[in-house]
Nanobody, 116 residues
């Protein structure tokens, strides 16, 4: 059973920073493409950022230059460093993992609230 556990969310003022973390159980973390999604109240879940097993990164336009995704394969962990946060970044952030043969798997989500 693969489990994804997010942490690092919280309440922060606009302009502040948070670092989300997602730890993945199991032995094949290296093969997963790891993705962060978010869902704001009353809105659909949307793509935020992803990182491939090779380390290629992708971002939605609204977070480019402010968010940085990274992974530590030895720790089976993916991070999302979020800087210059805006109230519009307020959402539940979800970690997602999939490979060519396995997944997708989802975490339970972590709340990020940015006050103005």
């Amino acid at each position: 059973q693969v489990q994804l556990v997010e942490s690092g969310g919280g309440l922060v003022q606009a302009g502040g920073s948070l670092r989300l973390r997602c730890v993945v159980s199991g032995n094949i973390f290296n093969f997963y493409t790891m993705t962060w999604y978010r869902q704001a109240p009353g809105k659909q879940r949307e793509f935020v950022s992803s990182i491939t097993p090779e380390g290629y990164t992708y971002y939605t336009d609204s977070v480019k230059g402010r968010f940085t995704i990274s992974r530590d394969n030895a720790k089976k962990t993916v991070y999302l460093q979020m800087d210059s946060l805006k109230p519009t970044d307020t959402a539940v952030y979800y970690c997602h993992a999939r490979s060519e043969q396995l997944g997708p798997y989802w975490g339970q989500g972590t709340q990020v609230t940015v006050s103005s």
